[in-house]
């Protein structure tokens, strides 16, 4: 096991983390920048470096800081969280040539899956169903207007090297779809520095299912089952669950087994996500990978009383995984609920400032994940998330009254939070029969 | 009504130690707060000279006014980098600066070692070197002072 491992990240995962590397006997050396000065979580860290200014560039997204953080420190590894450089190949790639261990895929692995097209590829091998779409780069428009008659309208134009919903129109005929690629190009040429778009046809009332994976080096590859995120916001997730509420197990074991096996197939190591888009009837379609540990993770843990945030450091450190498939059990129902600071009455717009006052809920079957406390500034240079709010409980009716009570018990003043926001899609009579796409947030609040 | 209490409170105890440390100004920022305390100068009257013996040709002297008490306010070099300070350019050579020593501000101040790389760090102010506060070969965070400078 490492003796002491860098996080290279801020906030609640960076304190997740160092929890995580404590248990395991492990120091934590936590990095942060000038906005972060003085945040309590800091002093649980063995360690804590100021890397640089407020902005993320010139910190967090600054390799040869972060670099120079570790050597300096001494870590034998760096866990870089999600975001930030989380899914940076090139971060990776330096991490291995400067002999510290990066707590994540291979590069190349990374490099491979995070290629959107290159993914889909290799979904195909693996027997995985695609959204029917251009399955690569569309060069022009007239060989755009021939594959959309193939897959049939709607279309939807995407980025290839996208995401976070940019770069992307929807067409519903040829007329819509000639504005909409020369559009989508543009701004994914602004975006990305790529204008390569393709083509995928548009599922109708799509929920987002993703299955939490995780492989070590030996080739041996779990799943922890699935999640449901089809509660979002702009292509923002605001709530996770675990089971997927509309499948069936048979339909479960496909979905968590295809996504082995592309897992496989990638040579992948370490923690992944596979996404799916599961539509009306059942069908599930590969999106893509997440090449990282993701926000929602708790959900997985709670359903499968797994940490794989440990679990990624005794892998990385060299460890075989020591449960089989069959030793996961999925138990009961897990909600998670991202608490941002953000004022939902007011177009959901950014809400910094002092936390005079803060309460967080408990009792049974209660987790909250976060570095926020009274006193906490919110600062406006980085995302607005303040904690994730998990329950846990045998059914999904004692989840959703558990995750209500707790929403309800919260107090987080003065600053607006996305708390009544969560509250209100809760009691949606819509979410309580879990007849939700991806689309329902933005229809109905 | 309570948050001016709190605010009053905490500048009564500012004033406190500003006169227990007689110090002349004092700034504390915590996120986006900010309080600033500045004293009043103390205008010492120009001693006037009356009369005066005569003495050779007897012209009076006026003597100078006396200094208002002035806290010396110094500026300090604040590593711009993570990594390892070096005082010397080579561990048997003099250090590029030390207490005493002026700069100006392109004078090269030390090194800090990130990555392998030597990065020269120049002074960016014209002064004395008061204190060096970095301890040479040991680890520097971005921000941490180096040195203190008394400026020109």
């Known amino acids: 096991m490492f003796s002491r491992v860098l996080i290279a990240n801020r906030g609640e995962i960076a304190l997740r983390i160092i929890r995580a590397c404590h248990e395991l006997g492990v120091g934590a050396v936590a990095v942060y920048s000038e906005a972060d000065r003085g945040a309590a979580y800091l002093d649980m860290a063995d360690e804590a470096i100021c890397i640089g200014p407020p902005s993320p560039a010139e910190s967090y997204l600054d390799i040869p800081r972060i670099i120079s953080a570790a050597e300096v420190a001494d870590v034998d590894a760096i866990h870089p969280g999600y975001g930030f450089l989380a899914e940076n190949e090139n971060f990776a790639q330096i991490c291995r040539e400067c002999g510290i261990t990066f707590i994540g895929p291979p590069p190349e692995a990374m490099r491979l899956l995070g290629d959107k097209v290159e993914a889909k590829k290799l979904a195909k091998k693996a027997g995985v169903d695609l959204v029917p779409g251009s399955n690569g780069v569309v060069g022009d428009e007239a060989q755009g207007l021939k594959i959309a008659g193939e897959i049939g309208y709607p279309v939807m134009i995407k980025a290839v090297a996208g995401g976070g919903g940019r770069g992307m129109r929807v067409a519903h005929n040829d007329m819509s779809f000639r504005s909409g690629f020369a559009a989508a190009q543009a701004e994914a040429e602004a975006a990305f520095g790529d204008g390569s778009v393709y083509l995928e046809k548009l599922i109708a009332e799509p929920r987002h299912v993703e299955v939490q994976v995780m492989a070590d080096a030996a080739g041996n590859v779990l799943h922890f089952f699935e999640r449901d995120c089809s509660i979002q916001r702009r292509h923002q997730k605001m709530i996770e669950e675990s089971p997927c509420p509309v499948l069936n197990e048979k339909t479960r074991q496909e979905l968590c087994n295809a996504a082995i096996r592309i897992i496989k197939r990638a040579n992948y190591v370490n923690a992944g996500t596979v996404e799916f888009l599961l539509d009306k009837d059942k069908h599930y379609y590969f999106i893509e990978v997440n090449t990282r540990i993701q926000v929602e993770h708790p959900v997985s843990e709670m359903v499968t009383g797994c940490d794989l945030i440990k679990m990624q450091l005794k892998i990385a450190a060299g460890e075989k995984l020591e449960l089989t498939q069959k030793d996961i059990k999925h138990r009961g129902v897990a909600i998670e609920c991202r608490i941002n600071a953000e004022d939902p009455a007011n177009g959901f717009s950014p809400s910094p400032g002092t936390i005079t006052r803060y309460i967080p809920p408990g009792g049974p079957g209660v987790r909250v994940d976060t570095h926020v406390y009274q006193g906490w500034t919110v600062a406006p240079n980085y995302d607005s998330m303040l904690c994730k709010l998990i329950v846990h409980q045998p059914t999904r009716t004692e989840a959703i009254a558990t995750m209500r009570r707790a929403l309800s018990e919260f107090v987080i003043e003065p600053i607006k939070t996305t708390i009544p926001a969560c509250l209100s899609i809760l009691s949606h009579n819509l979410f309580v029969k879990s007849k939700v796409d991806t689309e329902f947030v933005e229809r109905n609040f | ?152």
Not at chain 2, 19 to 37: A, F, P, R, T, Y
Not at chain 2, 69 to 81: D, H, R, V
Not at chain 2, 118 to 134: L, P, Q
Request: with cysteine; glycine share 8%; charged share 20%.
């Open chain 2, 1 to 152: 009504m309570a948050q001016w209490d709190d605010q009053l409170g905490k500048l009564k105890q500012i004033i406190e130690i500003m006169k227990e440390h007689n110090l002349v100004e004092v700034q504390i920022k915590q996120g986006e707060d900010e309080i600033s305390v500045k004293k009043g100068q103390v205008q010492t009257p120009q001693p006037q000279i009356t009369a005066m013996p005569v003495i050779g040709a007897g012209i009076p002297a006026v003597l100078p006014g006396a200094a208002t008490p002035q806290q010396e306010k110094l500026a300090e070099i604040k590593s711009p980098l993570v990594g390892t300070f070096y005082a010397q350019p080579s561990p048997d050579s003099e250090p590029y600066v030390e207490s005493g020593s002026h700069v100006d501000p392109q004078t090269l101040v030390c090194i800090i070692e990130a990555m392998k790389v030597m990065n020269e760090i120049k002074a960016e102010v014209a002064g004395t070197i008061v204190e060096v506060v970095a301890v040479s070969g040991e680890a520097v965070e971005y921000g941490q002072v180096l040195f203190r400078v008394k400026p020109d």
